[in-house]
T-cell receptor, first 112, second 115 residues
Framework: TQLLEQSPQFLSIQEGENLTVYCNSSSVFSSLQWYRQEPGEGPVLLVTVVTGGEVKKLKRLTFQFGDARKDSSLHITAAQPGDTGLYLCAGAFDTNAGKSTFGDGTTLTVKP | DTGVSQDPRHKITKRGQNVTFRCDPISEHNRLYWYRQTLGQGPEFLTYFQNEAQLEKSRLLSDRFSAERPKGSFSTLEIQRTEQGDSAMYLC?????????????FGPGTRLLVL
């Protein structure tokens, strides 16, 4: 069974602070996605990474994919209350497998 | 592009009743997935289709669950004889198999409560 671990599970910070959340697996990902989910809604795609060592930026969010494609991180600069939500990473371990394995997410609360 | 849609958004039913959910994927996507999510957990894979063929089913998908995608477009997920443990968010996603990234796009989900 391919497992995907996210840390920390919960994170509560003040507006303006920086933060990093992590996603790790013992297996190699063929691709990895980060999603953000709000209560009662489906996950919304933030980014897909495919290449080891890849770095992608989306405004104040920076995503890194590990060189060995077994881990990833999401860094948020100057967090805002609107960043509050559940951040999920999802990995595909085989492009033909047809499914993604999700972590249990990091619940982020940004206080004004 | 209207995105993935799901209907209904919420369903309350009594234990023992049957329920059916519908998912309409992004129109050009040939893969469609069903996931289940309970509070405090990430989505768990249930099954997926490529066009009209159901290619994989999780062991989470008991005999009371059946999914169809008869024309390779929309899909339905039926739960027979619902149990309280079936209460969860049911998520549908779609992707284009030709994309190397295999990125899945999710719908808003159907929240099921079994009383």
């Amino acid at each position: 069974t391919q497992l995907l671990e996210q840390s920390p599970q919960f994170l509560s910070i003040q507006e303006g602070e920086n933060l990093t959340v992590y996603c790790n697996s013992s297996s190699v990902f063929s691709s990895l996605q980060w999603y953000r989910q709000e209560p009662g809604e489906g996950p919304v795609l933030l980014v897909t990474v495919v290449t080891g060592g890849e770095v992608k930026k989306l405004k104040r969010l920076t995503f890194q994919f590990g060189d060995a494609r077994k881990d990833s991180s999401l860094h948020i600069t100057a967090a805002q209350p609107g960043d509050t939500g559940l951040y999920l990473c999802a990995g595909a371990f085989d492009t033909n497998a047809g499914k993604s394995t999700f972590g249990d997410g990091t619940t982020l609360t940004v206080k004004p | 592009d209207t995105g993935v849609s799901q209907d209904p958004r919420h369903k309350i039913t009594k234990r023992g009743q049957n329920v059916t959910f519908r998912c309409d994927p992004i129109s050009e996507h040939n893969r469609l997935y069903w996931y289940r999510q309970t509070l405090g957990q990430g989505p768990e894979f249930l099954t997926y289709f490529q066009n009209e063929a159901q290619l994989e089913k999780s062991r989470l998908l008991s005999d009371r669950f059946s999914a169809e995608r008869p024309k390779g477009s929309f899909s339905t997920l039926e739960i027979q004889r619902t149990e309280q443990g079936d209460s969860a968010m049911y998520l549908c996603a779609s992707s284009n198999y030709r994309d190397i990234e295999v990125t899945q796009y999710f719908g808003p989900g159907t929240r099921l409560l079994v009383l």
